[in-house]
């Protein structure tokens, strides 16, 4: 007998909502089997509930991936503009806030009733209640969830990755993908909190303070806020440079990022009897100049210290080193890195290449974008990727 549907796409979430949509819209049956009883609850707990929906400044150098190349070819194709065309084609109201991050107005809601009104024109079966258990291959694809067993000759994975266990997330795309023979880039935790032990715990005295700084691992660099927490360190900037954080590595802080040359030298000249501390205190919050005061030592006034000495404060506030202990782990990770290896999909169609008739997409793949709509930008891209190609 044949198959009722031409595809099955594992995950009713942003990558599997969109596949589904347009491959519906081209006329394909489509079925979405979701584990969770609606669609798209990561979108609604998204933004802080108004879902970052895009980032217009999206491309390939915002994505991390063992191949930055990758996601070239489907983000070229898909772009934020399209993805804002449809916002608007709703009549969605919607502001950027900063850094090219665009928002809703209104409630992430409506960035889920698109999508499922977008399936709906198209025909998608959405299953929800429906966790899978089991996929097998025999002449196409069979899944078994708890309720029922359905077949396909194309199967979608878009299940995402384990960010966020309480809401359910899991590992299990890498372990489908691995089940067909897929490689998995080790996966762990990005956009996630740092976490300060040692003399660095001092640190967690001004939890709750926050300064624009520049936060830097390796060559990666990122001018927004940091947050000092109770545990060590977050804020977006933070954040960011987490994703390319590995255990036994530095973070270096800029505290000091609108000041260039020789601050402090110059403050000596203009002001010889003022503190270091009260000159920090011009630049950073109170508690935070005090406590990098304190740590460099200098109780003295400017006028009294050497010009040397003084250098040596300026060049370790601009690339002020910390050394975390670890990251808040997949429980506070917003999104993951790692997944399924690039080097097993076609990086136009999403398709396996050992595995035809099988796709990947999302957060599930091996590609993962900064803080600031750019993760959701890829489940769409490679979603119409996928499904323009099934
Ligand atoms: P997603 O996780 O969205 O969907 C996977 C779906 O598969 C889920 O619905 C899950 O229940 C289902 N599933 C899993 N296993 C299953 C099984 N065995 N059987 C059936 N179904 C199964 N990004 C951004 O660009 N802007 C933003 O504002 C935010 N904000 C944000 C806030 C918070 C708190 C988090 C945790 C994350 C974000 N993100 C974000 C990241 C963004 O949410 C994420 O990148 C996308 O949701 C990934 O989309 P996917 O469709 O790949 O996975």
Known sequence: MADRYDAIVLGAGAAGLMCAARAGQQGRRVLVLEKSEKPGKKILISGGGRCNFTNIGAGPANYLSSNP????????????????A????????????TLGQLFCDGSSKQVVEMLVVEC??????????????????????????????????NLVIATGGPSIP?????????????????????????????????EEVLFREISGVSA?????????????????????LSGPSILQASSYWKPGEDVAIDFLPDHTGNWLLDRKRETPRATLRSVLREALPDRLADILAEKLGLETELGNASDQTLRTAEDRLKSWSFRPTGSEGFAKAEVTVGGISTAELSSKTME????????????????????????FQWAWASGVAAGDAI
């Open 352 to 375: 396996a290449r050992k595995a035809p008739g099988l796709y990947a997409i999302g957060e599930a793949v091996d590609v993962t974008g900064w803080l600031g709509g750019y993760n």
């Open 69 to 84: 190349h990758f996601a070239k070819s489907a983000l070229a194709r898909y772009t934020s503009r399209d993805f804002l």
């Open 166 to 198: 309480k809401m359910g997330a899991t590992g299990f795309a890498y372990d489908l993908a691995r089940q067909f023979g897929l490689k998995v880039v080790e996966p762990r935790p990005a956009l996630v909190p740092l976490t300060l032990g040692g």
């Open 86 to 97: 449809l916002v608007e084609s709703y009549g969605i109201a919607w502001h950027e806030k």
């Open 120 to 153: 709906a024109k198209g025909g998608v079966d959405i299953f929800c209640s429906e966790q899978v258990a089991e996929v097998s291959q025999e002449d196409g694809f069979t899944v078994v969830t708890h309720a029922g067993s359905y077949s396909a000759p």
């Open 212 to 232: 624009p700084v520049v936060a830097s691992v390796g060559k990666a660099s990122f001018s927004e806020a940091a947050l000092f927490t109770h545990r060590g």
